[in-house]
């Protein structure tokens, strides 16, 4: 699928047999030293907080679109290693000679520091590259190799602290490598996020960008004539951009972009370079993915309010006394987007930037977290959650039989036929399309506990499940189609994927409203946390419930997925303009509609919410009477 996969947990799971590492801060290149950063370790993955939670994540990107292929990857924080080059170590002492004078005269201890830092730095840079080489799955492989290359990159920033001095006299150590290292460390901490989906190291990775432009060490790049300088610069931008966006902090998005908007102009005025294009893209990218929100939450001064939509200790519904659910837990989760043309930014489409955040938790103080028990493997009872956010795939023509791969799918391969957002393939129809997800694909994963979330035009295609070993599936599955009033905001992102990150913005957005006050949207959200408990009542005391859904219950994200749903599903289903079977949500296996989607006491929550926005008549009052 030419996508970016994450596998998580299993990093901060292993076994650690390694003890406690020094600390290393960053400290700044110049005389005197300015104001250090606040104590923060560099902390390798054997110290950090383990977690009992992982993540799988997989996008594909879209070539219908341009992509610049300069913007880092979500997997691509290692670059392609250039051409191997002489170590520093073997021409260092030359230039020292044509600097400091001949060879024997540097000092024997200097020449061995020189020696160990340039060993450090070409170690470092060795293992990093070889980190991109790595299987993007698996578990213990990449826990003990990234060990191995966070203890090189301790010792060299810690040796090149203890040694700035020697290191500048004799080797000619300038700011912008310091930043290189630096940087280097962030894209780890990132790289560990990636495995993990623990927003903690977004934090760290966070801390370690801001400092290098703070400090200003790429600030010398651009006095010199090295085009490749300039590069790294416009990438760390680009990577900084990234932890940024998945950490919410938009205001420092919007300064980044304008800062990386003057360097690129500055760099493409300099070398004329032919590349000018591709990094104009990564700005276009980067605007469209800040302006994808349909709704706008205002302070009283008229500034923006930026919400989180990870998980939150208040987020879920809490389990009450006697509610019965089973006791599986969310393990794994795979995220995969192909939208056409759907705005996207590093590979990561709006959907998939979603559904990542709602199956995330607050980021936490990594310090606070360090004596918490962790799991040592993954539990019996986990759970594989799949989300497909792609565009559908029809059967050209009617099969004499019904099976799982004779009702479509998903596209895995954008480079197909598309007409009007949807893919046909021109083969004989006696064959299946190669390039299809169909459900029949899924189910060797049905020997486990499965949880499907599937949001295309072609999402009905997985009703048609069979379930063959008898574990807990269930499949949550999109409209497959918008009123039209609603589907020309399809590259800003599905609705329905939004109502599963965002209700209260899904709910505002389909009501006509594209701002709101501070403190309405609190009050609404109050009140959404009402909804949501009156839902999870619904669920768990319903006599002719699917006993599946009640399997999934008792895991607070697969939890709040649920009752998202169903709020979702009702609402639309009382919506004026959602009057069309297609423009409903519907679920594998079946909810019943009259104790959930379709019950009397949601409807009335749904109305009285609109009545505080004062949009009640975009909504049917008597929706049972209209079936």
């Keep these: 699928m030419g996508a970016e996969e994450r596998r998580g947990g299993g990093g901060s799971r292993g076994k650690s047999g390694r003890g406690a590492r020094p600390s290393a801060r960053l400290s700044a290149y110049s005389k005197p030293p300015p104001p250090q950063l606040p104590e923060r370790a560099l902390r390798p993955p054997e110290q950090l907080p383990r977690r009992s939670r992982s993540r799988m994540v997989r996008g594909a990107r879209q070539p219908q679109q341009p992509r610049s292929r300069l913007a880092p990857r979500l997997t691509g ?18 230039e020292i000679m044509s600097s400091g004078g001949a060879e024997d005269d540097i000092p024997q201890g200097e020449r061995k520091t020189v020696t160990d830092f340039c060993y450090l730095l070409d170690k470092s840079k060795q293992l990093f590259n ?100 300039v590069v790294k610069k416009l990438r760390y931008y680009a990577r900084f951009i990234v932890v940024c966006l998945l950490l919410n902090k938009m205001d420092v998005v919007k300064d980044l972009v304008k800062e990386l908007s003057d360097e690129i102009e500055d760099y493409t005025h300099r070398f004329n370079t032919e590349d000018q294009v591709e990094w104009n893209l990564v700005l276009q990218e980067v605007a469209a993915f800040i302006e994808a929100d349909p709704v706008m939450v205002l302070n009283d001064d008229n500034t923006i309010v930026i919400t989180s939509n990870r998980l939150a200790e208040t987020g879920a519904p809490l389990l009450e006394q006697g509610m019965i659910v089973g006791q599986l837990s969310l393990a794994d989760a795979l995220i995969i987007g192909n939208c056409n043309n759907q705005v996207k930014f590093s590979e990561l ?72 957002g949807d893919a046909i393939h021109k083969r004989n129809q006696s064959h299946k399309e190669m390039h299809c997800l169909h459900p ?55 609705l329905f994927t939004l109502f599963l990150n965002n209700p209260l913005m899904a709910f505002l957005f389909v009501s006509g409203l594209s701002s709101m006050r501070r403190g309405l949207w609190e009050k609404c959200q109050e ?16 006599r002719s419930i699917d006993q599946a859904f009640l399997q999934f219950f008792g895991d607070e994200f697969l939890r709040l997925l649920l009752t998202r749903f169903i709020f979702c599903s009702a609402t ?9 079977t ?36 975009v909504f049917l009052e008597n929706t049972i009477d209209d079936y």
């Design 77 to 94: 924080t290692v670059e392609k290693p250039p051409r191997k080059r002489k170590s520093r170590t073997e021409f260092a002492l030359k």
């Design 349 to 420: 489409t709006v959907d998939m930037f979603r559904m990542l955040q709602a199956l995330e938790r607050e980021p936490m103080n990594l310090a606070s977290q360090m004596n918490k028990p962790g799991m040592q493997e993954l539990p019996a009872n986990s759970v594989l959650l799949i989300y497909l956010s792609a565009t559908g795939v029809f059967p050209t023509g009617r099969s004499d039989s019904e099976g799982p791969y004779d009702f479509g799918g998903v596209l895995t391969n954008s480079n197909r036929d598309i007409i009007n």
């Design 527 to 542: 009140y959404l946390r009402k909804i949501n408990r009156d839902i999870a009542q619904l669920l768990t005391h319903s």
């Design 582 to 617: 297609r423009n409903y949500p519907e679920s594998y296996p079946q909810l019943p509609r009259d104790e959930t989607v379709e019950n009397p006491h949601l409807q009335k929550h749904i109305l009285e919410l609109a009545s505080i926005l004062d949009v009640r008549n």
């Design 440 to 494: 029949g694909d899924l189910y060797p994963f049905t020997r486990k506990p499965l949880f499907i979330i599937v949001d295309s035009s072609n999402s009905v295609a997985y009703k048609n499940f069979t379930n063959l070993f008898g574990q807990p599936l269930v499949c949550l599955l999109s409209p497959t189609a918008y009123p039209k009033a609603l589907q020309d905001q399809s590259q800003r992102g599905s």
């Design 572 to 580: 639309m289903r009382m919506h004026k303009i959602f009057r069309e």
């Design 130 to 229: 070889g980190l991109r080489d790595l299987p993007q799955y698996g578990q213990k492989q990449w826990q003990s190799y990234f060990g191995r290359t966070f203890d090189v990159y301790t010792k060299l920033w810690k040796f090149q602290q203890q040694h700035r001095q020697v290191l500048d006299n004799r080797y000619g150590l300038k700011r912008w490598q310091i930043g290189e290292i630096a940087s280097k460390i962030g894209q780890l901490y990132y790289h560990y996020y990636l495995r993990t989906s623990e927003t903690s190291y977004l934090n760290e990775a966070f801390s370690f960008y801001s400092a290098i432009r703070q400090r200003s060490y790429y600030s010398q790049v651009n006095k010199e004539d090295r085009p490749e300088l």
